[in-house]
């Protein structure tokens, strides 16, 4: 039996999501390998050698070499789900795949890439490789074997020493729709296999359908628009920058709909052209964007408006930030649509902001995001600078005690659920009453992170309610405190107003 058959334990880190060998991918897999570590029934020894891998990935990522940092935590995933780390392993391991477009045009060639995350053994180590094209809704039709598949060719060899190594394959030209490019890996001589069955699969979102003349015909009536000054145009040009990013594989293009995407961004300049605001009197939940005087990108967040909500009377405004892996979409659409709900019946206003990276922690560029989301919203919303809250989990949790920290005069009330952070900053923020929520069987973030800030706030005097939730997970203490959190909201406003 081969060693990679148990690969498909390792499917989690190995998609499109892994790009750059950065400081935020070091992050993110160290907080998938916490949670593996204390969620496993691990021997003695595997705990110990786990351990001391992560010990050196943690050295590794200090020392800015990413790649032995995460090559040292893939090591210790191994060991934990018992996997023998062979070379062929350790190989198959470090690739990650890339296509020069995740959107195509039916019946046009694709350029799958495998290039590594971190260098493999000194020898020359080979594997066969499998191109499969995989529909992501899959047919019920074709039973469990998955017979909807289609073979993209025949294997081909992948040479360690021959890295990066690049395949064309095309579809044929009645295939439309979102798909998956599975590069199904094994050890030279054997059979790759899917990861239902074990095997070492690279997972790489397309979508096949002829969106560029719809995209080229945007972008031009983008470059005529006479509207260049209106706060709603960075919203329709959003539209394209989001089909740039999904086409060079930084967003899975299943999340979005991008015709979708592009008429409502056609509809945005209709009425511009009309001398409309397009969102004047809009309620619900939608995307806007903004131009970021950080970097010139357009960067979205998504916002809820309440049916209560009038621009004749000041309304509270909700900034809830995401967690690691998410984006401005995740808090609006996961979590059973509690935060809507909940907003709705006391009638705030919601703004997500996307966060920049996906593990930025709300730092630098990404904590202006969500001060430049809060003075888009101010803009064109009569908001009550009085009633103006933070919230956030996971590292959204993080995120609201930082954010913060930063800005002191700003927030009426915070709710970090699951989250942690500096203790000696809470004394900047005493004045500021929270809402503090974590489980105590959380194994991704230890409860000792908010018990911990908890303390410091309360010996600085803070006005702190704090929910620890007996036996919550990470996740699962979420939803249903956003309701308890936003009536703690309701009675907290900031005593001195801008």
Known sequence: MTHIRFARLF?????????????GMVLRTSVTYRTQRNSLQLTEEQRQQADQLAREAAQAGQAGKYGEAVRDYYH?????????????????????????HAIVDPGKPI?????????????????????????????????????????LGPAVVVDSAAIPFSTTVRPASEVVGDYTIEVRLAAEGEPPAPAARGGLVKTLPVHIEPLA?????LRNRLVKSGKKNSPALPTAEYALALYERVDRGEVNPALYHLADEFARANEILDALDAGRDPFAGKHGDFRKAYLSAVDHTFQPYRLFIPEAYSASKPSALVIALHGMGGDENTLFEGYTGALKREAERVGMVVACPKGRDSASMYRDSAEQDVMDVLA????DYYIDAGRIYLMGHSMGGYGTWSVAMAHPDVFAALGPISGG???AGMAKIAHIPEYVVHGDDDRTVAVTQ????????????????YVEVPGGSHVSVAAPQFGPMLDFFVRQRKVKTE
């Open 76 to 100: 210790g995933l191994a060991v934990m789900r018992g996997v023998a780390w062979t070379p062929a392993f350790e190989f198959a391991s470090s690739l990650q795949g890339h296509l020069d």
């Open 450 to 465: 908010s018990r911990t800030m908890v303390e410091a706030g309360k010996k600085a005097g803070a006005n702190i309610v």
């Open 421 to 423: 952070g500096n203790p």
């Open 111 to 151: 350029t799958v890439t495998l290039s590594p995350l971190f260098s493999s053994p000194g020898t020359s180590t080979k594997l066969t490789a499998s191109l499969v094209l995989v529909p992501l809704k899959k047919d019920a039709a074709a039973g469990k074997d998955g017979a909807a598949e289609k073979s």
């Open 11 to 23: 499917v989690f880190s190995l998609g499109a999501v892994l790009y750059a060998q950065d400081a």
């Open 376 to 379: 888009d919203v101010r803009r």
């Open 213 to 217: 003349g719809s995209a080229e015909r």
